[in-house]
């Protein structure tokens, strides 16, 4: 049951996280998804690295959100850099 809890919440992130950077790209369900799982594992990483989470502790949702929104970049930059032949 958590890994659907997962998919659900990782899901919703993605979506915040395109809302908040709009522009033109075919993601999908399983691209939303994963961008959202990404960015919060991202957030945790980072939240335990600087201390702002104990172990084990979950990033909340503004931070996953952020955290998203660094992999939506990324995946824009890199997508938008394959050319189409």
Known sequence: MSIL??????FVIGLVARAI???RDSAGFIV????GILGA???GFLGQSLGWYAPGE????IASV???LLVLFVYRAAIG???TI
């Open 5 to 10: 809890w997962m998919i659900i919440i990782g």
């Open 21 to 23: 950077m709009p522009g």
């Open 32 to 35: 939303t998804t994963v961008l």
């Open 41 to 43: 594992v991202i957030a």
């Open 58 to 61: 979950p990033a909340g949702f």
């Open 66 to 68: 952020i955290g998203a």
């Open 81 to 83: 850099r394959r050319s």
